[in-house]
């Protein structure tokens, strides 16, 4: 008998896989700088056929990361993107029909995974004014509640907690037993960061990325940290052989090469701090407190400037409604200052 996957088929997805090559890519919060092509070349000149045919050896990379972060290796799993990884800490932790607590807007996989295992997530909204009061997500966590998922920062929103607002979530998880996974993908664009709890307490996830700042998103690499235990029961929901051999190499090379990365740091931050004088100057409403993405509030119409920036400037950007009190805004990852001298151009000639 032919069967088919009721709960997969009830889920909905988009599937965005355009042609984007030509375009300055602002629209999927890549790294719009890529990695420096003297580091490509050498990792390159390294690669022989044996490397390609075989499959990637992980334990020299894992020993590497867990040095870098400070801890041991079975602190460590090595996924797909930190994308895997927060799939298999639902999967791993939350059970059939199980409660999840998050917040909206917020990264959509969250809610897609929650959908794909039939759990029950509950979106704690934002307000108006895109702050969270965390006493809202502390008020929906209950006995019943099997994992709070927070981001810092927040995609798309760009909010993040103080240490004292995330101890109090981590209190009264930790008082009703609840799992707590911290996505911290963009960590590299606000470094201030939740690992600590994850390396020396139980039931924390922290989940990283190499695809924004170290602008390895082809690649497709990620972690997630924690406990021995918890680690160890993600690690078994791994397929084998789950990351490739061309992105250990990269990010190897990227964790022994700290004067890029901090090249690279340094050359957002200057692209982050041009955009948002010009934006003022200009008289733009703009919203993002951290990561590499930012709201504007467009003069005109969001939709019409993303179809023109397209198609008059070669620019990809994405137009996001109920933006709070912002309403519809566009939505840009941001570059260094030559990506954003384009951006702004473009806009100020378009946004009239």
């Known amino acids: 008998m032919y069967y088919t996957n009721p709960q997969i088929d009830r889920v909905h997805r988009i599937f965005d896989q355009n042609e984007r090559s030509g375009y300055l890519r602002l629209d999927l919060n890549e790294n719009p700088d890529p990695i420096p092509v003297d580091i490509v070349k050498d990792v390159l000149n390294n690669i022989t056929p044996e490397f390609v045919s075989q499959y990637p050896e992980t334990v020299q990379f894992q020993n590497r990361l867990a040095g870098y972060l ?68 502390i008020d929906a966590l209950t006995d019943d509640t099997e994992l709070l998922i927070l981001l810092n920062p927040n995609n798309p929103v760009g909010n993040t907690y103080t240490t004292e607002e995330f101890e109090r979530l981590l209190d009264e998880a930790e008082r009703r037993k609840i799992t707590v996974l911290v996505d911290e993908a963009y960590f590299y664009f606000y470094p201030v960061t939740f690992i600590n709890y994850a ?70 931050n200057e692209g982050r701090k041009y955009l948002i004088s010009k934006l003022d100057r200009l008289g733009y ?68």
């Open 70 to 137: 400070n801890t041991s290796p079975e602190n460590v799993c090595l996924t797909n993107g930190s994308s895997e990884a927060v799939r298999y800490v639902i999967e791993g932790f939350t059970s059939v029909k199980g409660r999840i607590v998050s917040v909206t807007p917020s990264y959509f996989m969250f809610q897609i995974y929650s959908e794909m295992y039939d759990r029950n997530i509950v979106q704690i909204k934002y307000n108006d004014d895109m702050t969270m009061d965390i006493n809202n997500i």
């Open 199 to 268: 390396l020396e307490r139980e039931h924390i996830f922290v989940t990283r990325t190499f695809s924004k700042l170290f602008a390895m998103a082809g690649c497709r690499l990620g972690y997630v940290a924690g406990w021995k235990e918890g680690v160890k029961i993600v690690q078994k929901l791994c397929t084998p052989h789950n990351v490739n051999g061309f992105a250990l190499a990269f990010a190897q090379k990227l964790l022994d090469s700290p004067d890029v990365v901090d090249a690279m740091i340094a050359k957002f």
């Open 285 to 352: 409403d703009h919203l993002g407190q951290a990561g590499n993405f930012i709201f504007i509030k467009p003069k005109t119409d969001a939709d019409l400037i993303v179809d023109r920036m397209k198609n008059e400037h070669k620019i990809l950007v994405k137009s996001y409604n109920g933006i709070g009190i912002m309403g519809k805004c566009l939505r840009v990852s941001i570059g260094g200052k030559e990506c954003m001298e384009r951006f702004i151009t473009a806009l100020t000639a378009l946004d009239k």
